[in-house]
């Protein structure tokens, strides 16, 4: 039961335009939604959160929103850069007794080209 | 100066050997996790352990046992090992458990199993 989808595997975007990654979520207990970029052969790294009392929350190039009523996330890279090049997962989170636990998607893999 | 790392980095093993995994975090968190990332690239948690106390044991076979020998240590033991137990380990650490402090994984372990 994928709790947690992307649906696009690839992603090719021109350098300086703007990356649109997407994700979907079915479980209305995740409360709080994350975004983490993976190069290879590396571990996945935290780049942007977003809590499910807003709807947008911005650092620098990237911006998440949270469109709740449509189970609904997206990561928006403007503008894109070569250096972005790799594959990006969308997290959701929900408490589990006195934890938390992430369900990842299984990623989207982002080509910047030049 | 490495956050998270992982020992090995690479394993190639027999059906029905028992191996180990270690993991360790010099960031000074008090939660730790076990990743394991399948060939569809699904991330699922196995396991997270808040000061040495197991906190989400989710629906692994018995045949994994994780062990943490102090906060900075949590390594995994895996015996009888089957071909479907090929896939990336990801070890990961955070302050606290729950999903709003950032997860910090390491580097992987990639195991093959023949």
């Known amino acids: 039961d994928q709790q947690v989808k992307q649906n696009s595997p690839s992603l090719s975007v021109q350098e300086g335009r703007i990356s649109i990654l997407n994700c979907d979520y079915t479980n209305s207990m995740f409360d709080y939604f994350l975004w983490y970029k993976k190069y290879p052969a590396e571990g996945p790294t935290f780049l942007i959160s977003i809590s499910s009392i807003k709807d947008k929350n911005e650092d620098g190039r990237f911006t998440v929103f949270l469109n709740k009523s449509a189970k609904h996330l997206s990561l928006h890279i403007v503008p894109s850069q070569p250096g972005d090049s790799a594959v990006y997962f969308c997290a959701a989170s929900a408490m589990t007794g006195t934890a938390s636990k992430l369900t990842f998607g299984t990623g989207t893999r982002l080509q910047v080209t030049l | 100066d490495t956050a998270v790392s992982q020992t090995p980095k690479y394993l190639v093993t027999q059906m029905g050997n028992d191996k180990s995994i270690k993991c360790e975090q010099n960031?000074?968190?008090?939660?730790m996790y076990w990743y394991k990332q399948d060939s569809k690239k699904f991330l699922k948690i196995m396991f997270s352990?808040?000061?040495?106390?197991?906190?989400i044991n989710e629906t692994v076979p018995n045949r994994f046992s994780p062990k943490s020998p102090d906060k900075a240590h949590l390594n995994l033991h895996i015996n009888s090992l089957e071909l479907g137990d090929s896939a990336v380990y990801f070890c990961?650490?955070?302050?606290?458990?729950?999903?709003?402090?950032?997860?910090?994984f390491g580097p992987g372990t990639r195991l093959l199993v023949l």
């Open positions: 990961a650490s955070s302050q606290g458990g729950t999903s709003r402090k950032t997860q910090y």
């Open positions: 960031l000074g968190h008090d939660t």
């Open positions: 352990y808040n000061n040495k106390e197991l906190i």
